[in-house]
């Protein structure tokens, strides 16, 4: 009789798309996204994630990023042109490097919240990611950020001042924070982005190529 292809003990009732071999419910629910890269289409995995959000918690006080800035609303939506536009962003750029976790893209959105922050009592302080997908992201969000506000300034059309881009970073870390599952490999938040910003269809050819050192 057949056995899982991961532990070789019980019964395979689940076909893993990532690895092309059938494997056990318990493996699949004790290894996905942790040693398994598991793709965004697999039906185990969407379900996972419908059932996580269903059944997730609002995020403790401890755990919001920046818990004392105040982001309202407002604010954000006055803006949103740029929430979707940096959102793009890291989804063009996981078209590119198809190992992107939430991870990488959290630990980016958060270093350069963190800039932003210091620009804004008057010092300049860059400390980008040390992981390289990360450290690569970071870059690229960072350019996109000075290009998006050029642009806008350019076209005088509700130009974006540098002090209204760490309370937006805030908002999407926070939203990326109550997103993220935890697991190592997780897309959760990179797959929360790609179904309220879906990308063109040449977006695959117009995504950027970054160079990880």
């Known amino acids: ?8 003990k019980r019964p395979p009732k689940r076909f893993c798309p990532a690895k092309g071999e059938k494997i056990c419910a318990v493996c699949c629910g004790r290894e996905r996204e942790v040693t398994i890269d598991c793709l965004p289409d697999c039906a185990h995995l969407i379900a996972a994630h419908r059932w996580e959000v269903e059944h997730r918690k609002p995020l403790s006080a401890e755990d ?10 407002d604010f954000v939506y006055e803006r949103w042109n740029f929430i979707s ?10 078209i590119e490097q198809k190992d992107l976790t939430d ?18 009592s008057g010092i300049y302080y860059e400390r980008p990611p040390v992981a390289p997908l990360a450290r ?8 996109f950020v000075q290009e998006f506000r050029n642009e806008s300034a350019r076209t005088g ?23 993220m599952n935890g697991r190592p490999r997780s897309r959760a938040f ?9 990308l063109p269809a040449h977006a695959a050819q117009d995504a950027p190529r970054i160079i990880i050192p």
């Open 1 to 8: 009789m057949a056995s899982c292809a991961i532990c070789g």
């Open 190 to 198: 990179l797959g929360f982005l790609r179904a309220r910003f879906p």
């Open 136 to 143: 690569a992201l970071y870059g690229q969000l960072a350019k």
């Open 157 to 179: 059309v509700a130009a974006l001042k540098e002090s209204e881009i760490f309370p937006l970073l805030v908002f999407l870390l926070r939203i990326a924070k109550q997103e």
């Open 85 to 94: 536009s940096f959102s793009g962003m890291i989804l063009a750029v996981q």
């Open 64 to 73: 919001i990023p920046y818990r004392e800035i105040s982001v309202s609303p």
């Open 103 to 120: 991870d990488a893209a959290i630990a980016a959105i958060e270093a350069l919240a963190e800039t932003y922050r210091t620009l804004g």
